[in-house]
């Protein structure tokens, strides 16, 4: 479902992501666990495109993300039959980002708009629906959640628990292919991440190609099929989740799971 092959990103010369190969199945729940600043944000922000890579392919389900094969331009005739990567639109990234569903630590909900105008937005603006078809949408992705009862809230009337599931509902209400989620729930008081993790932990019951950054070593053991450690902008360690949570081989991913266990 996602395939990044050599992936680099530099920040200027900051060199963030070095040479990273990720494959996910469909269905597959892939968790990136790693220390701070090891380039698990800027990873999935490119699966988003919402940074562009400076090398590598990543693709979405046999889909190229963020270029297209074009062939050889006219006024170079002598390269006739060839082809060459071309960057694609900002319309045609809008298409392939609207395919992809991203969760992020802050909820980033509309303040002045309810749960479920908040659900209705992208359904209504970037997929066409008719406002009714919308409603019903976000209605059921809503109840989804399990805030049927709470359509018409604000976020500044939700706990963070409850706004974080409305994001989730919002992201799903695309019916994207595949589910990011950059550390859930990091933002949240202790007592609110359960719901949260009961939430995606279905959402993964249900077959939703899932990628997870996460300190939650507990959720990515008993939910992630594999867990991938990064550090320093590589993978250094990947494997099914409970054989490298369990029994990691590599010393920083060691030293990490010493610390957060
Ligand atoms: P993580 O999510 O694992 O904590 P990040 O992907 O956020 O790591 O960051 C990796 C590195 O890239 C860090 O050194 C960070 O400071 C740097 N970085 C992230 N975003 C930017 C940016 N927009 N501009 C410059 N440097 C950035
Ligand atoms: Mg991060």
């Known amino acids: ?151 018409d809230h604000y976020p500044a009337q939700l706990s963070g628990g409850q706004q974080q599931r409305v994001a989730i509902a919002r992201a799903l209400a695309m019916k994207p292919q595949v589910m990011l989620f950059d550390e859930p729930t990091s933002a949240l008081d202790p007592e609110l991440v359960g719901e949260v993790l009961q939430v995606m932990q279905d959402l993964a019951a249900e077959g939703m190609t899932m990628v997870v950054v996460t300190h939650e070593i507990a959720f990515a053991r008993e939910v992630a099929d594999r867990v991938v450690f990064m550090d320093d902008g590589q993978i250094v360690e990947s494997g099914p989740a409970k054989e490298v949570i369990n029994n990691p081989q590599h010393s920083r991913t060691k030293e990490f799971l010493a610390e957060v266990l």
């Not at 699966?47 to 389900?61: P, Q």
């Not at 990567?85 to 002045?112: D, P, Y």
């Not at 937005?121 to 008719?130: D, I, S, T």
Request: net charge positive; with cysteine; charged share 25%.
């Open 1 to 151: 479902m996602i395939r990044a092959e050599n992936v680099h990103k530099f920040y200027g010369e900051l060199h963030v992501l070095k040479g990273v190969n990720l494959h996910v199945a469909p269905g597959e729940v892939c968790a990136i666990l790693g220390p701070s600043g090891s380039g698990k944000s800027t990873l999935i922000r490119c699966f988003n495109e919402l940074e562009e890579i400076s090398a590598g392919r990543i693709y979405l389900n046999g889909e190229l993300l963020g270029m297209k094969e074009a062939s050889a331009p006219w006024w170079q005739p002598w390269r006739k039959g060839q082809t060459e990567l071309a960057k694609l639109t900002e319309k045609e990234i809008a298409r392939q980002r609207s395919q992809i569903g991203m969760v992020f630590q802050r909820f980033n909900l509309f303040g002045h708009r309810t749960a479920l105008e908040n659900v209705m937005e992208a359904p209504l603006r970037v997929l066409g629906l008719k406002p009714e078809a919308a409603k019903k949408l976000a209605i059921a992705e809503l109840e989804k959640v399990g805030l049927g009862d709470r359509l």
